[in-house]
């Protein structure tokens, strides 16, 4: 939720509403609307028939990530390494969507994310035979907490799960530009 605030700017939504956007029930998004609230993250204004639905607002750009920013966590659960040839949609993840982004080099594997919660969708492709994994051409596949096609615009997994998914690199370069990218932001202050 605080991403989709994030990417949507002048967004004044209710709880109903974005129950319905982001794919979750009422009572997550409650629960989420609310938690931001009180982080001083969102406004809200009463209205509606009965005057008593709240439609919520982020506050301003320059203190919305940086007071927010630090409540995020990773959002991969698990990796695995499937068949490269595997029809599905899912998202450019990893190095590979930051090396789409910036002048970094693509990682030799395709990194891809998904859902975890669809994991059935492509069980008899998963490969866990490690000798297999190393000799094979085959894709890694970061299982996500979340739906990552939620906040996508692209076929690239959205700017700050993704900088989230990485982590802190001990590779310089990926420091770079990972800062680089975020720069070019409006949300971003240094």
Known sequence: ????FLYNKELLINTT?????????????????NDLYLLGLLTYEVDGKTGRSKSYKRIDDT????????????????????DK????????????????????NPPKRSVRAMDKQYIRNIKEHIVTNE?????????????????????SKNEVVDLVSLIMSIGKSNDERVEIAIEERLRSELWYTV
């Open 17 to 33: 509403e974005l129950a319905e956007k982001i794919g979750t029930s009422k009572m997550t998004a409650s629960r989420a609307l």
């Open 63 to 82: 203190y919305y990530y940086d007071k927010g920013s630090k409540y995020l966590k990773n959002p991969v659960s698990k990796v695995v390494y499937v």
């Open 85 to 104: 040839d595997i029809a599905y949609d899912f998202r450019v993840a990893g190095l590979e969507a930051l090396s789409t982004e910036t002048m970094l």
């Open 1 to 4: 939720v605080f991403l989709y």
């Open 131 to 151: 000798d297999k994994i190393a000799d094979m051409n085959l894709m890694e596949l970061e299982l996500w907490d979340y739906d990552p096609r939620i906040l």
